[in-house]
């Protein structure tokens, strides 16, 4: 497909490497952050939180395969709202696309300061945006390679904590069952907070005109990838639950870590975070993959500045889009809090996924898009207020700024 500029995107990416970069986007740092603030919404009942957030998370990859095998072209719902709801709902999709996962690129480089070098955790966010910008710049097939062996690592730091726990840890299996500390309000609020690890298989969808065979590749990439997530999260969770108790995981601002210390396996303290820091990259640079190929698709349509749909004639990527997330992401780095940024992502992003279920829904078939579509509206307005009065606001800003095209 040609760009208005000329020049189209590569189609570079087999199924391999595209069930690769959607596993760089959601086993990444999220397992490592997000089961502590999910436990402490939750209590007891993490577990079914995160059986609710894959249910919501399963329709949503269900709904983007189908519109992507229809539509495979860069900007993922954004493209699929146009299409199918009208131009004011691709824009309010890709809006909130660029907005959500700009605050997750933040909170991913946070992640990676704090456990590369606490001292100086920002300092070391904002160079790695910088790295992975340049990575980004000079094409998609070295992010895809370099994504490959980040994702490998951290499957394998995560195998090794489930290993040494279950094998060397005093295992309760009581702290799995279901206490009274469980309400319904608290896992819902859980689920909405551990939906910010699975969003990553959109990232499939947004570099569909980069993908070979589009209308087969992507709608077997995407389940793939979400169905190994989903093992590997529930594994670890469990491990981590059966060994901390959810009081104190809850409590906990590195689970994985305290959980092989608890264990008696503090040696390998350090594996530990520096897996977490190996898939805080891993994401960060499929996060700023998929922000960059979504503001291309909005630039090219006039939603955002003309002069960010160029494609480098070398690279054949949409350099000056990189260059301008990057930018952000670097700034947001040096001031936000990551817990904040958790939040407010987790909103806009399930405001994403309701537009893309709601596209999915004039398809036909409607019962998954409508599970989606309710499970989206109500996690987004159950997280914490704060975030919710944030994420909206935002989301507001970027409709009023279409009406007044």
Not at 235 to 252: I, K, N, P, R, Y
Not at 275 to 296: E, F, M, N, P
Not at 335 to 357: C, H, K, P, Q
Request: glycine letters at 12%.
């Amino acid at each position: 497909m040609s760009t208005p500029d000329g020049l189209p995107l590569a189609r570079r990416l087999g199924t391999v490497d595209a069930v690769t970069i959607g596993l760089g986007s959601m086993v990444g740092a999220g397992i490592f952050v997000v089961l502590g603030p999910a436990a402490a919404a939750a209590g007891s009942g993490l577990l079914i939180g995160l059986a609710v957030a894959a249910v919501v998370a399963y329709c949503n990859a269900t709904s983007s395969a189908r519109l992507a095998a229809r539509y495979p072209q860069s900007g993922g719902t954004y493209v699929y709202g146009r299409e199918r709801l009208g131009e004011f709902w691709g824009h309010t999709a890709g809006w909130s696309f660029i907005v959500g996962k700009t605050a997750s690129c933040a909170a991913m480089a946070l992640t990676v300061g704090y456990y590369v070098w606490p001292e100086w955790a920002r300092g070391v966010a904002v160079g790695t945006v910088v790295a992975l910008t340049a990575v980004n710049y000079v094409g998609i097939r070295k992010s895809a390679l370099l994504t490959r062996v980040i994702v490998g690592l951290v499957l394998a730091v995560l195998g090794t904590v489930v290993v040494a726990v279950l094998g060397f840890g005093e295992i309760d299996t009581v702290r799995l069952s279901i206490g009274a500390d469980v309400s319904v309000g608290g896992v819902l609020q859980a689920a909405g907070l551990l939906f910010f690890a699975f969003a990553g298989y959109a990232r499939i969808a947004t570099l569909g005109e980069e993908v070979r065979d589009p209308a087969r590749t992507i709608p077997r990439a995407i389940p793939l990838a979400l169905a190994i997530a989903l093992a590997v999260y529930a594994l670890v969770a469990v491990t981590v639950l059966s060994e901390l108790g959810s009081d104190a995981l809850g409590s906990a601002s590195a689970p994985l870590a305290d959980a092989v210390t608890a264990a008696g396996l503090g040696a390998l303290d350090p594996i530990v975070r520096a897996g977490a820091a190996v898939a805080s990259v891993g994401s960060l640079l499929a996060l700023i993959l998929g922000v960059s190929r979504t503001t291309l698709a909005m630039a090219r349509d006039r939603h955002l500045p003309r002069a960010l749909s160029r494609v480098h004639p070398r690279f054949g990527s949409p350099h000056r889009a990189e260059v301008v997330v990057g930018v952000v992401v670097a700034v947001l780095a040096a001031t936000v809090d990551v817990r904040e940024a958790i939040g407010f992502s987790s909103f806009a992003v399930l405001v994403y996924y309701a537009i893309a279920n709601a596209s999915a829904w004039t398809l036909g078939r409607r019962t998954i898009p409508a599970i989606g579509l309710a499970g989206c509206l109500l996690l987004a307005f159950l997280l914490p207020i704060p975030s919710v009065l944030a994420g909206a606001g935002v989301v507001l800003v970027g409709a009023l700024a279409y009406r007044r095209r």
